[in-house]
């Protein structure tokens, strides 16, 4: 693999009898006219058929040898595999561009030269030998020696090639704490005669804001220009200084955060954390405002202490700016956060340092999880139920709770799994039958320890599997599937919050029984109740919109039409991020905007009429009902700038409004203790998402969100409106009885052979060809059944569903069509990468392996 833009595949070189090269080494090659840094990505033992000796170019040199660690490749390698993507795609994904473009190449003396073979070498390439050894460090960069000589490169082979010299990447220093300059008054006398009355105002001004700030505050608080506090400091009334900017927000690095003292419950989990060495898999189950983050932070300090990093995967960087503040006041310029919203540079810069193998904690997204740290301690997945973590495209379509899982073997270190609402499939995997026997009631037969095992966790302990005890993962038919908890997990639980601060009752609100009395607004009496409270208290709450301005479309009131995007098969939804703002209408699948018409396109008429319940609509009507309520909009329309999560939350800390109203982005992480009332406008438009996992994540949702509430001293409410009050997901939300949530969930998806009873694999195809999309998806299900199942799988162990149009057919213009495969668990997939080939150039295909967003 090349390091070129535009150079997208693999390039097959030669090597040179001496060098020996492994996958993963860096290499320096011939590209067209140029140098280039390139990774060797697999080696082969004979000449590829379709290329000639000739046309095979040699490697230069070894730059780099062990730039990754063995274990690195081996999960590129394996994610390749089970993903069924090219290696080089996962490359690409795992590392930052122009990685190897940056890097600094330098030559060093690597052994003494033999001086009966000095004579060997071209004059030139003595010159570049003796240079090197009268370098006080005995090496240059090669950009040096490059300038130094015109045969620099040709010098260089010959000195390689007597094992004299090598080449090396040089190690970045970690970054270098951030300077700005700082402005200090000096205690002065206010009489001083010669200082003019301007000067005089600045000194005052400067005086009343504490006499020390940051330079650039200065220039604002005062009104003035650099040269004239220059003026004042050479009068000696001030000093400008470098200083340290320190990265985090909390001020000086006296206030470091110290570790909190425990509650028993998370002590226990701490201790079951501490002494795991090798590989774990633990599953922290702690409610909502538990304490997890804090049991993360503990676990974190010793690794660092040993000299080792932690990695942090959370779900989306932006929305849980506290959570990276409390990372960054404990650990502080120890803590870096790497995600792919990051500038080329930055993400470049930090991965160079974190290759340096500084002990550190990295929080970051998915991708985070390639973040190349050499001594891996530990692997933690915060709210690891989130469908973020999974990639639908570009691929590899990868999950970064599996890539974690298998990253934490490979480097044979513990990985935390936390969440209060975990993801059915880590469930089962530390549970094992026990998840599912209470859906068969009391019919079943209950094994007898299973009865303690659940006591124990009642009162915080813990069970770890021992590795010995349990048979390895069952592979076969669905009937012997996971019976036991898989080896090496362990289940730990936080079933309180901190300062048992009860966790908040659940209230469910049938809609349809306020329709019954009369009442047509979207807001029940008992929510319209205690929202007046609230705010009559002067606490604070929070109103959870499923999905943004989604369901709001436009149509026409006088012959129905539906105002919908040119370019893909869905409704256009509204948007007016504020009431002077001029109303547009946007596609969220492809991103077209437009105008709102004055009239409709299809027959005129002036009427047009918008529908549905987007966080603007329910803006307004809050307006309308409690015009006191002071409210904050969080939502896409309103956080689409950078920063402006944080901007907003931060000014909803400070008490500036009395409601945050939003979407999804209002579930995570938000820990203020002033929230005591927290509602869900439609509970059943989360639950009505067609696929198999909308129930999950209507639990998860909803239960998460609950928790922002009552996190203080003062008791929170959670009401939820829907107008399925009956659905068993609802009831088991009001219950707050996540154990009986599962089981039933589990029951149904083991009859129907989904997850995590069975496997999903999506083949997606697009084109802006309809026709040609449709006959490539159906010669593709034919040789899918054909070439691959049908002689490797048993008919028994899958099911084709499909080809079938995508659930929305067009999106940006591309006809999408889709093939569901359904595999019996256990049953390998087969490698069908190659159907690829029965894809012409203009349709495109992705395979989505272990599929969650079936769109
Ligand atoms: N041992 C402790 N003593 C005192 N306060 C604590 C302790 N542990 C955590 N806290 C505080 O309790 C609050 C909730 O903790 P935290 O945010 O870690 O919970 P969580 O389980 O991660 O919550 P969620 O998943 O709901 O975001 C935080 O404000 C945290 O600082
Ligand atoms: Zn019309
Ligand atoms: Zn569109």
Same mark, same amino acid.
């Given at each position: 693999?090349?390091?070129?833009?535009?150079?997208?595949?693999?390039?097959?070189?030669?090597?040179?009898?001496?060098?020996?090269?492994?996958?993963?080494?860096?290499?320096?090659?011939?590209?067209?006219?140029?140098?280039?840094?390139?990774?060797?990505?697999?080696?082969?033992?004979?000449?590829?058929?379709?290329?000639?000796?000739?046309?095979?170019?040699?490697?230069?040199?070894?730059?780099?040898?062990?730039?990754?660690?063995?274990?690195?490749?081996?999960?590129?390698?394996?994610?390749?595999?089970?993903?069924?993507?090219?290696?080089?795609?996962?490359?690409?994904?795992?590392?930052?561009?122009?990685?190897?473009?940056?890097?600094?190449? =330098?030559?060093?003396?690597?052994? @003494?030269? !033999?001086?009966? +073979?000095?004579?060997? /070498? %071209?004059?030139?390439? $003595?010159?570049? &030998?003796?240079?090197?050894?009268?370098?006080?460090?005995?090496?240059?960069?090669?950009?040096?020696?490059?300038?130094?000589?015109?045969?620099?490169?040709?010098?260089?082979?010959?000195?390689?090639?007597?094992?004299?010299?090598?080449?090396?990447?040089?190690?970045?220093?970690?970054?270098?704490?951030?300077?700005?300059?700082?402005?200090?008054?000096?205690?002065?006398?206010?009489?001083?005669?010669?200082?003019?009355?301007?000067?005089?105002?600045?000194?005052?001004?400067?005086?009343?804001?504490?006499?020390?700030?940051?330079?650039?505050?200065?220039?604002?608080?005062?009104?003035?220009?650099?040269?004239?506090?220059?003026?004042?400091?050479?009068?000696?009334?001030?000093?400008?200084?470098?200083?340290?900017?320190? =990265?985090?927000?909390?001020?000086? @690095?006296? !206030?470091?955060? +110290?570790?909190?003292? /425990? %509650?028993?419950?998370? $002590?226990?989990? &701490?201790?079951?954390?501490?002494?795991?060495?090798?590989?774990?898999?633990?599953?922290?189950?702690?409610?909502?405002?538990?304490?997890?983050?804090?049991?993360?932070?503990?676990?974190?300090?010793?690794?660092?202490?040993?000299?080792?990093?932690?990695?942090?995967?959370?779900?989306?960087?932006?929305?849980?700016?506290?959570?990276?503040?409390?990372?960054?006041?404990?650990?502080?310029?120890?803590?870096?956060?790497?995600?792919?919203?990051?500038?080329?540079?930055?993400?470049?810069?930090?991965?160079?340092?974190?290759?340096?193998?500084?002990?550190?904690?990295?929080?970051?997204?998915?991708?985070?999880?390639?973040?190349?740290?050499?001594?891996?301690?530990?692997?933690?997945?915060?709210?690891?139920?989130?469908?973020?973590?999974?990639?639908?495209?570009?691929?590899?379509?990868?999950?970064?709770?599996?890539?974690?899982?298998?990253?934490?073997?490979?480097?044979?270190?513990?990985?935390?799994?936390?969440?209060?609402?975990?993801?059915?499939?880590?469930?089962?995997?530390?549970?094992?039958?026990?998840?599912?026997?209470?859906?068969?009631?009391?019919?079943?037969?209950?094994?007898?320890?299973?009865?303690?095992?659940?006591?124990?966790?009642?009162?915080?302990?813990?069970?770890?599997?021992?590795?010995?005890?349990?048979?390895?993962?069952?592979?076969?038919?669905?009937?012997?599937?996971?019976?036991?908890?898989?080896?090496?997990?362990?289940?730990?639980?936080?079933?309180?919050?901190?300062?048992?601060?009860?966790?908040?009752?659940?209230?469910?609100?049938?809609?349809?029984?306020?329709?019954?009395?009369?009442?047509?607004?979207?807001?029940?009496?008992?929510?319209?109740?205690?929202?007046?409270?609230?705010?009559?208290?002067?606490?604070?709450?929070?109103?959870?919109?499923?999905?943004?301005?989604?369901?709001?479309?436009?149509?026409?009131?006088?012959?129905?039409?539906?105002?919908?995007?040119?370019?893909?098969?869905?409704?256009?939804?509204?948007?007016?991020?504020?009431?002077?703002?001029?109303?547009?209408?946007?596609?969220?699948?492809?991103?077209?905007?437009?105008?709102?018409?004055?009239?409709?396109?299809?027959?005129?008429?002036?009427?047009?009429?918008?529908?549905?319940?987007?966080?603007?609509?329910?803006?307004?009507?809050?307006?309308?009902?409690?015009?006191?309520?002071?409210?904050?909009?969080?939502?896409?329309?309103?956080?689409?700038?950078?920063?402006?999560?944080?901007?907003?939350?931060?000014?909803?800390?400070?008490?500036?409004?009395?409601?945050?109203?939003?979407?999804?982005?209002?579930?995570?992480?938000?820990?203020?203790?002033?929230?005591?009332?927290?509602?869900?406008?439609?509970?059943?438009?989360?639950?009505?998402?067609?696929?198999?996992?909308?129930?999950?994540?209507?639990?998860?949702?909803?239960?998460?969100?609950?928790?922002?509430?009552?996190?203080?001293?003062?008791?929170?409410?959670?009401?939820?409106?829907?107008?399925?009050?009956?659905?068993?997901?609802?009831?088991?939300?009001?219950?707050?009885?996540?154990?009986?949530?599962?089981?039933?969930?589990?029951?149904?998806?083991?009859?129907?052979?989904?997850?995590?009873?069975?496997?999903?694999?999506?083949?997606?195809?697009?084109?802006?060809?309809?026709?040609?999309?449709?006959?490539?998806?159906?010669?593709?299900?034919?040789?899918?059944?054909?070439?691959?199942?049908?002689?490797?799988?048993?008919?028994?162990?899958?099911?084709?569903?499909?080809?079938?149009?995508?659930?929305?057919?067009?999106?940006?213009?591309?006809?999408?069509?889709?093939?569901?495969?359904?595999?019996?668990?256990?049953?390998?997939?087969?490698?069908?990468?190659?159907?690829?080939?029965?894809?012409?150039?203009?349709?495109?295909?992705?395979?989505?392996?272990?599929?969650?967003?079936?769109?």
């Amino acid at each position: 693999m090349v390091d070129c833009p535009g150079a997208t595949g693999l390039y097959t070189y030669q090597l040179a009898e001496h060098l020996k090269v492994k996958p993963g080494d860096v290499l320096s090659v011939p590209f067209g006219s140029q140098q280039l840094g390139a990774i060797a990505v697999r080696l082969l033992s004979e000449q590829p058929d379709q290329l000639q000796s000739a046309q095979i170019r040699t490697v230069d040199t070894l730059i780099s040898a062990g730039f990754f660690t063995a274990s690195y490749w081996q999960l590129l390698e394996r994610l390749a595999a089970h993903y069924q993507t090219p290696l080089i795609q996962v490359i690409r994904t795992a590392l930052p561009p122009g990685l190897l473009a940056k890097s600094k190449r =330098r030559i060093r003396l690597a052994s @003494q030269p !033999d001086s009966s +073979r000095l004579s060997q /070498l %071209t004059d030139s390439a $003595q010159q570049l &030998l003796s240079r090197l050894q009268q370098s006080p460090t005995a090496d240059y960069s090669w950009r040096y020696l490059q300038k130094q000589s015109r045969t620099a490169y040709r010098d260089l082979q010959q000195l390689l090639q007597q094992g004299w010299v090598e080449s090396y990447l040089a190690t970045p220093r970690p970054p270098r704490p951030k300077q700005q300059q700082a402005v200090s008054l000096v205690a002065h006398d206010p009489c001083l005669a010669d200082l003019t009355r301007r000067q005089q105002e600045i000194l005052a001004v400067l005086q009343r804001h504490g006499g020390d700030c940051w330079l650039s505050e200065a220039l604002q608080l005062c009104r003035t220009t650099a040269t004239t506090l220059k003026g004042l400091a050479a009068k000696g009334c001030l000093i400008i200084e470098s200083r340290e900017v320190l =990265r985090t927000t909390h001020g000086a @690095q006296g !206030d470091r955060d +110290r570790p909190k003292t /425990l %509650t028993s419950h998370q $002590q226990a989990a &701490l201790a079951a954390i501490n002494p795991l060495s090798g590989f774990a898999s633990v599953l922290l189950h702690g409610v909502t405002g538990s304490g997890k983050t804090e049991v993360y932070l503990q676990a974190i300090a010793p690794i660092l202490q040993a000299g080792c990093s932690a990695l942090v995967l959370v779900p989306e960087i932006g929305l849980t700016p506290q959570l990276t503040d409390r990372f960054q006041a404990r650990f502080g310029d120890q803590v870096c956060v790497y995600h792919s919203a990051l500038a080329d540079g930055e993400r470049y810069d930090t991965w160079r340092q974190m290759l340096s193998g500084h002990p550190q904690v990295v929080i970051g997204t998915r991708s985070a999880v390639f973040a190349p740290l050499p001594k891996l301690g530990l692997i933690v997945l915060d709210e690891e139920h989130d469908s973020s973590f999974k990639q639908d495209q570009p691929i590899p379509c990868y999950h970064a709770r599996t890539v974690a899982r298998w990253r934490a073997e490979l480097e044979n270190c513990p990985l935390i799994l936390g969440s209060a609402t975990p993801s059915l499939e880590s469930w089962l995997q530390v549970k094992g039958a026990e998840a599912e026997e209470t859906s068969r009631g009391g019919e079943a037969e209950r094994e007898p320890a299973e009865k303690s095992s659940e006591s124990d966790e009642r009162q915080g302990g813990q069970k770890i599997t021992d590795p010995k005890a349990t048979t390895p993962p069952a592979t076969g038919s669905p009937s012997q599937l996971p019976r036991s908890p898989l080896p090496h997990s362990l289940y730990l639980s936080l079933p309180q919050r901190i300062h048992t601060r009860p966790s908040p009752p659940i209230e469910i609100v049938d809609m349809r029984r306020e329709l019954g009395v009369g009442n047509r607004s979207i807001f029940s009496r008992t929510l319209q109740r205690s929202l007046q409270a609230m705010q009559d208290a002067g606490n604070q709450g929070i109103l959870f919109i499923h999905r943004r301005g989604h369901s709001s479309f436009v149509s026409c009131r006088s012959c129905g039409y539906v105002i919908e995007c040119p370019r893909c098969d869905v409704s256009l939804a509204y948007h007016q991020p504020h009431s002077q703002a001029r109303p547009t209408l946007k596609c969220h699948y492809c991103g077209h905007a437009q105008g709102h018409p004055a009239a409709c396109p299809e027959c005129g008429s002036p009427y047009l009429k918008r529908f549905g319940s987007g966080t603007q609509r329910v803006v307004s009507e809050l307006a309308k009902q409690l015009p006191d309520l002071r409210c904050i909009r969080f939502d896409s329309d309103t956080t689409r700038t950078k920063g402006s999560h944080r901007a907003l939350l931060s000014r909803f800390a400070q008490k500036e409004a009395d409601l945050l109203v939003g979407t999804q982005m209002l579930t995570k992480g938000i820990d203020l203790p002033q929230v005591t009332l927290v509602a869900v406008m439609a509970a059943d438009g989360l639950l009505y998402m067609s696929d198999y996992w909308a129930a999950e994540r209507t639990y998860q949702t909803i239960t998460q969100v609950a928790g922002r509430a009552g996190r203080g001293d003062q008791p929170g409410r959670v009401i939820v409106q829907t107008y399925t009050p009956e659905e068993p997901t609802i009831v088991a939300i009001e219950k707050q009885d996540y154990a009986a949530f599962a089981s039933a969930e589990l029951a149904q998806r083991k009859a129907l052979g989904y997850p995590p009873y069975g496997r999903l694999v999506l083949l997606r195809l697009s084109s802006l060809d309809a026709i040609a999309v449709e006959h490539t998806a159906e010669k593709v299900a034919i040789a899918l059944e054909k070439d691959y199942l049908s002689e490797l799988v048993s008919e028994r162990d899958y099911t084709i569903l499909g080809p079938a149009p995508a659930p929305i057919l067009r999106v940006a213009q591309r006809y999408r069509w889709q093939i569901l495969l359904k595999l019996t668990l256990g049953v390998a997939l087969p490698d069908i990468a190659s159907l690829r080939q029965h894809c012409p150039d203009r349709v495109s295909f992705a395979i989505d392996v272990d599929v969650l967003n079936l769109f």
